[in-house]
């Protein structure tokens, strides 16, 4: 099993910056596509950032030019750096792991429990 832990949400203003970082564990041998995805009340959750394995990104139209998602050289972290946030990222976002290959086995769609980000004045 694969343990994924988001951190780093909270309030900002409109116009300000947050990263957010998402541990994941479980004797992880490596990790192919990471991603973010946010899910507004009373709305789906949807995608916000992919990260593949050899760095290839894709971006929810949306956040493109605003957010970097990145991942770390263990390839067992990933973060998402969120700037000039508006009111409408407000959102809990989730951290997901597409597929881990761990010492007891192979993990698909892996979540974490969310970090809430608040963007008002």
């Known amino acids: 099993q694969v343990q994924v832990v988001e951190s780093g949400g909270g309030l900002v203003q409109p116009g300000g910056s947050l990263r957010l970082s998402c541990a994941a564990s479980g004797s992880i041998l490596s990790i192919n596509t990471m991603g973010w995805y946010r899910q507004a009340p009373g709305k789906q959750r949807q995608l916000v950032a992919t990260?593949?394995?050899?760095?290839?990104?894709n971006y929810a139209d949306s956040v493109k030019g605003r957010f970097t998602i990145s991942r770390d050289n263990a390839m067992n972290t990933v973060y998402l750096q969120m700037n000039t946030l508006k009111p409408e990222d407000t959102a809990v976002y989730y951290c997901n792991i597409d597929r881990a290959y761990t010492g007891r086995g192979v993990y698909f769609n892996s979540w974490g429990q969310g970090t809430q980000v608040t963007v008002s004045s």
């Open positions: 990260i593949t394995r050899d760095g290839s990104t």
